[in-house]
């Protein structure tokens, strides 16, 4: 049974989009196929929590080979569109300057498979923050199902 959610988000409108994709690539530098992250639908600053979201569609660079004829969103990319969610949240929320980059992944564990079709919601909480280091606990969900968790570091260079 997975664990409960980050924070409560029954009361929040996940279809109401705050910045869309175009305002992510103004904070995130990854772009084209590397761009995990297509909006974000919330966020607060205290308590300092995001939400955004992914649309897994059949574009993805990963659909030829993973798997052919069963696409599955790899892990690793769960992982990166977490590492933006929390990148987009340092950048414009915190106004951090400079570069933001990934420094690590303290746990991640896959519940559930994520497919063409879905959107994939990432729900953040900031765990640390300074002035050049982070960490964030991100869940995956998607159709109310959560689908990964993991708590993601960055740190300013």
Not at 22 to 30: G, I, K, M, S, T
Not at 124 to 143: H, L, N, S, W
Request: proline share 6%; aromatic share 10%.
């Amino acid at each position: 049974m997975p664990p409960a959610l980050l924070f409560d988000i029954s009361q929040i409108d996940l279809t109401k989009v705050e910045y869309d994709r175009n305002a992510v690539l103004e904070h995130n530098p990854q772009n084209f196929e590397m761009q995990q992250l297509d909006g974000i639908v919330w966020h607060s600053v205290d308590p300092c929590r995001i939400i955004g979201f992914k649309d897994v569609t059949d574009n993805e660079f990963w659909i030829r080979g993973h798997i052919p004829g069963r696409p599955l969103m790899p892990g690793v990319i769960m992982i990166e569109a977490a590492a933006q969610l929390a990148s987009f949240y340092v950048k414009k929320i915190k106004e951090a300057k400079g570069f933001v980059g990934f420094a690590g992944i303290e746990s991640a564990k896959f519940r559930q498979t994520v497919v063409p079709g879905q959107r994939l919601y990432l729900i953040g909480e900031m765990t640390k923050y300074t002035p050049r280091m982070f960490g964030c606990a991100v869940q995956g969900i998607v159709d109310g199902n959560m689908v990964f968790e993991t708590v993601v570091s960055g740190i300013r260079v």
